[in-house]
């Protein structure tokens, strides 16, 4: 027993610093995707035909490709170019542009469930675009888009986990170093599966409770 | 620009003899191990949602505890358990097996609740009067519920093809034979990533891309059926 708890400690370390930086990236690449994908849901809505296909093509692409072959070509491909970055910044990149894909239709989907009505309410009572935008439209699409948006994140949370693919020293990346040097590979890997689990089950909890309280809420 | 783009395609031009093959063969290693985890999938997310439905406890409390480990864990993770982690307890997998199992298991959560909640759907007079009928259980789930449940369930399933289609990928992380893996070596036998992870995402987009035209369309479809019955009703 006192053994479980010495290989607990020597090895859980590293893990959670491994759990440190999966946190970090996912809520980076979160915060891109969110950007990303709400601009273009609402670039979409200007209607510039020309532009709305670039976005089609964009959503099209990201969506039907593997995240990690977007994260290896933005990893070793870049430098290729002249661009070099580290494994870090090309995996909140990659991750970023995969979610922004995602989001952008999440977000479209949330603005087309509002009815017209409220928008031409809106311009009717004197209120700008830009306001009707801010103080109608965008608080209620908050509303539908957020249980979808949770299990975003829950997703990416996890898809984090290829980015151990170009080094990014995240949980799964510990795991596979640990295991190198010190041949615990059970205890290691079900360890870091409990730690994935421990960060994504309160979040699935929590968009869970919101769903429930939107359905009664309806 | 255009001279750029043609020196950027002649290379494929003149490694296409050597790489050719070698692509194909892992297209159809990456097809083989979407087909066999999809099939595993939807075995065991049946199973997982009939045991969350059922009357006995324990087996409620089993399948709910199976189905969010497997949602709540990458499926990362999960290979490289089967894949490394059972070594040590004497059970041996080769990274194709390992692969397709992993990622069945990881998906039989998801395609679990998404029976679960097709079945739910369904209002429960139709099994009760089936069964008043004289209809076994298992012939209600068959003929009653099973049919008009695979409304609900057919677009997210699709979905999930999709999905397993994409996560197969990181199946080349423990070395299975398929076409990430393959453009991965041949990027560093070749020195030429560019050309060949932009030649993979196009390929998985060349399988994924018509299976999303298939899938929106067969939800449309769905939800036109499900307009007509509200009519009905």
Not at chain 1, 160 to 170: K, M, N, R
Not at chain 2, 21 to 32: L, S
Not at chain 2, 77 to 84: N, P
Not at chain 2, 164 to 175: N, Y
Request: with cysteine.
């Amino acid at each position: 027993m006192e053994d479980f708890f010495q290989k607990l400690m020597e090895l859980g370390g590293p893990l959670l610093l491994g759990a440190g930086t999966t946190v970090a990236i996912t809520i980076a690449s979160l915060l891109v995707a969110i950007v990303l994908g709400l601009s273009l849901a609402l670039i979409r809505l200007l209607g510039i035909l020309p532009v709305n296909w670039l976005i089609s093509t964009y959503v099209e692409i990201f969506r039907n490709t593997p995240v990690l072959a977007q994260i290896f070509i933005i990893y070793f491909s870049l430098p290729y170019l002249g661009i070099n970055i580290g494994p870090f910044p090309a995996a909140v990149i990659g991750l970023g542009l995969n979610g922004g894909a995602v989001l952008c239709e999440v977000f479209r989907a949330g603005l087309n469930a509002i009815h017209h009505g409220q928008r031409e309410a809106a311009l009717a009572v004197g209120m700008t675009p830009w306001m009707s935008l801010r103080y109608i439209m965008l608080p209620q699409t908050w509303r539908i888009t957020l249980p979808p948006l949770g299990n975003y994140a829950i997703a990416l949370l996890k898809d984090t986990a290829v980015v151990s693919a170009i080094a990014a020293p995240e949980i799964m990346f510990w795991a596979r170093n640990l295991v190198t040097s010190t041949f615990q590979t059970t205890f290691v890997y079900i360890l870091a599966a409990l730690i994935y689990f421990c960060l994504s089950f309160p979040l699935a909890r929590l968009v869970e409770q919101f769903e429930r309280r939107q359905r009664a809420w309806q | 620009m255009i001279n750029e783009l043609r020196e950027f395609l002649a290379i494929y031009a003149e490694n296409w003899a050597d790489w050719g093959p070698q692509i194909y063969a892992a297209i159809w290693v990456t097809i083989k191990l979407t087909v066999v985890s999809f099939a595993i999938a939807i075995v065991l997310g049946l199973c997982l949602a009939l045991g969350k439905l059922s009357p006995l406890k324990v087996v409620r409390a089993f399948c709910t505890g199976y189905i969010e480990v497997a949602r709540g864990v990458p499926a990362l993770a999960i290979l490289f358990l089967l894949y490394f982690g059972l070594v040590p307890l004497g059970i041996v997998f080769d990274a194709f097996t390992a692969g397709a199992i992993g990622l069945g298991m990881s998906a039989a959560g998801y395609i679990a609740e998404v029976f679960r909640a097709g079945i739910e759907a369904i209002h429960k007079g139709q099994r009760e009067a089936a069964l008043s009928v004289g209809m076994t259980p298992a012939m209600t789930f068959r003929h009653i519920i099973l049919p008009q449940a695979m409304r609900i369930i057919l677009p997210p399933l699709l979905n999930m093809v999709i999905i397993l289609l994409k996560d197969t990928s990181i199946c080349s992380l423990i070395s299975t034979e398929e076409l990430m893996l393959r453009a991965k070596d041949l990027a560093m036998m070749s020195f030429l990533p560019m050309h060949l992870f932009l030649l993979a995402g196009v390929l998985y987009f060349a399988l994924a891309w018509p299976l999303s035209i298939i899938t929106r369309k067969v939800e449309k479809m769905m939800q036109r059926g499900r307009r007509q019955t509200f009519g009905i009703n």
